[in-house]
T-cell receptor, first 113, second 115 residues
Framework: DAGVTQSPTHLIKTRGQQVTLRCSPI?????VSWYQQVLGQGPQFIFQ???????GRGNFPDRFSARQFPNYSSELNVNALLLGDSALYLC????????????FGPGTRLTVL | AQTVTQSQPEMSVQEAETVTLSCTYD???????LFWYKQPPSRQMILVIRQEAYKQQNATENRFSVNFQKAAKSFSLKISDSQLGDTAMYFC????????????FGQGTRLTINP
């Protein structure tokens, strides 16, 4: 079975622009979470969605938003990009909205110039 | 809030040796989960091992095992017979039993296996 997929692989934007990152979970998984990993640090939790509802939100500004579609795929949107938004954005999926293990995708590398 | 601390930024061992990575965490929760994830240069975060806090028995997965000390809030990872493919960043992570599926990660340990 295919794992978690993310697109695009790499992205370069300029300050003030908006970006949309996409994630497809493992088939059958209904929960998707997003993490931001700045170079040299561990990932930081941004959002969790389950059955199209937001179940958790990390300490990120309102410029960050997300949604989950009926097919359980998800998009992460970031508005008014700042240089500090440059990071690896990781998507993880799990079967249920519980303590199931999360499986990660390969990430999208966002560079803001 | 929960915190996870990995005190070894880098480690290096020879192939076939055994290496132990340290992790401590701080929480007031009584029921939670602990994980070790591996992130090779390819960037993909790969689950190595998972431990439920209510289980006293330490988890094992082939060459990987943990030493879970709940009272000390310590969760170390032992890699036996290390292989070149074990070279990666290793992250310790914590997740509460209740609430959002939020993993709290440590800063990571860069492990290099030398031939």
């Amino acid at each position: 079975d295919a794992g978690v997929t993310q697109s695009p692989t790499h992205l370069i934007k300029t300050r003030g622009q908006q970006v949309t990152l996409r994630c497809s979970p493992i088939s059958g998984h209904k929960s998707v979470s997003w993490y931001q990993q700045v170079l040299g640090q561990g990932p930081q939790f941004i959002f969790q969605y389950y059955e199209k509802e937001e179940r958790g939100r990390g300490n990120f500004p309102d410029r960050f938003s997300a949604r989950q579609f009926p097919n359980y795929s998800s998009e992460l949107n970031v508005n008014a990009l700042l240089l500090g938004d440059s990071a690896l954005y990781l998507c993880a999926s799990s079967f249920r909205d519980s303590t199931d293990t999360q499986y990660f995708g390969p990430g999208t590398r966002l560079t803001v110039l | 809030a929960q915190t996870v601390t990995q005190s070894q930024p880098e480690m290096s061992v020879q192939e076939a040796e055994t290496v132990t990575l340290s992790c401590t965490y701080d929480t007031s929760e009584s029921n939670y989960y602990l994980f070790w994830y591996k992130q090779p240069p390819s960037r993909q975060m790969i689950l190595v091992i998972r431990q439920e806090a209510y289980k006293q028995q330490n988890a094992t997965e082939n060459r990987f095992s943990v030493n879970f000390q709940k009272a000390a809030k310590s969760f170390s990872l032992k890699i036996s017979d290390s292989q070149l493919g074990d070279t990666a960043m290793y992250f310790c992570a914590f997740m509460k039993h209740e609430g959002a599926q939020k993993l709290v990660f440590g800063q990571g340990t860069r492990l290099t296996i030398n031939p």
